[in-house]
């Protein structure tokens, strides 16, 4: 595919997808809930439409009038055994977070994914799962995909400390504390982002947070609930640094999510120099309208504790990076390397075929601008993420781009060549 070209900057408005991983676990709470949970702003792309393809291979009914998503929740042990494998296509939020609910239903499931979903490593969530008593089993006795997962109602609770910063291993370990006699502690190497946390508070769970340290005491019984979902902040984050970088843009992106545990992309760009303003703000759903101007851009350090604050924005950081004066660093990301991809050396590779003065790190990159980029042939490597950093990228390429694999986007963000095309046209409107 061809990607788009732009020589007069990027200008209007645009609602980005709906949050990806509220829309994940606003299934997953309204079917263990009793009662029925309404979903409005619910993302339909592939990932989150797998989440909902196997609660209902679980026995869970779940109607779609388009608009609103209606869950008519199980209770805490309603779920029900399937025969088939549950296929949950590219989504490893869907496999880890229901390798933990059904580490407490009391029968077998397998799940399984696409060729690239079976790569990925599944022991962080195996192991605490084990400890709680928990049967699982990768392919032949590996920790990839298909898992077989073997629950029982005798979970016992457990005290564990996170080796990696992952919300996805977190929210395993919660979903079955929820259903495990006893009190849970979890205590995490750096807080990440904590939409599972808040959703038990939101379906009437209790649940203690104190800096690192979480505390859970189960079985507890959620209540169904309305949901509306904000739009997602790791899809903001190409139309931000696409305004910051093409020059004379200026776009609004409304009702985007900015939850704190997951802003760290907003406090990288203002440390870097953009031009960033919030015109409405919403407290009650987190979500905020927002401005991003061209922007002059100076390069900044990423480690520590904000990592996992913008681990699914960094390689999108990286492409901002190269038109930064100086250079930039991103370390302590090892959890890049367990993505879709390696999403450090995907970035890496991608971005130096376009003239990107880049380098891959063993926990990182280091980014050297600002550099003028050149049309290539470039590869998405079956990764949304990657795939929608170098359309952003091709905006202010010289010369034309064409990129394999370009469907990959849709597993995220099935609208966005049309909304990136939508900004083109605004500017030639508005020019």
Known sequence: MELLQNQRGLKGTLHVPADKSISHRSIMFGALADGTTTIKNFLRAEDCLSTLHAFEKLGVLIEDDGET???????????????????????????????????????????????????????????????MGAELSGANDTEFPPITIRGTDELQPIHYEMPVASAQVKSAILF???QTKGTSTIIEKEPSRNHTEEMIRQFGGQIDVEGKKITLTGPQTLTGQTVVVPGDISSAAFFLVAGAIVPDSEIILSNVGVNPTRTGILEVMEAMGADIETLSSDPVNQAADLKIKHSTLKATTISGAIIPRLIDELP???????????????????????????????????????????????????????????????????????????????????????????????ISYPHFFADIENLIEGAGING
């Open 316 to 410: 999108i950081i990286a492409l901002l990076a190269t038109q930064a004066q100086g250079t930039t660093i991103i370390k302590d990301a090892e959890e890049l390397k367990v993505k879709e991809t390696n999403r450090i050396d995907a970035t890496a590779e991608e971005l130096r075929k376009m003239g990107a003065k880049i380098e891959a790190t063993e926990d990182g990159l280091i980014i050297h601008g600002p550099t003028p980029l050149h049309g290539a042939e470039v590869s998405s490597r079956g990764d949304h993420r990657i795939g929608m950093m170098l359309q952003v990228a091709a905006l202010i390429a010289d010369g034309r781009c064409k990129l394999d694999n370009p469907e990959a986007v849709a």
């Open 176 to 178: 079955a504390a929820l």
């Open 69 to 131: 998503l209606t869950v008519h929740g199980k209770g805490k042990k309603g779920l029900t055994a399937t025969t088939e494998a549950i296929n949950v296509g590219n989504s490893g939020t869907t496999i880890r977070l229901m390798m933990g609910i059904l580490a407490g239903q009391p029968f077998e499931t397998t799940l399984y994914g696409d060729a690239s979903l079976n790569k990925r490593p599944m022991n962080r969530v195996m192991v605490p799962l084990r400890q």
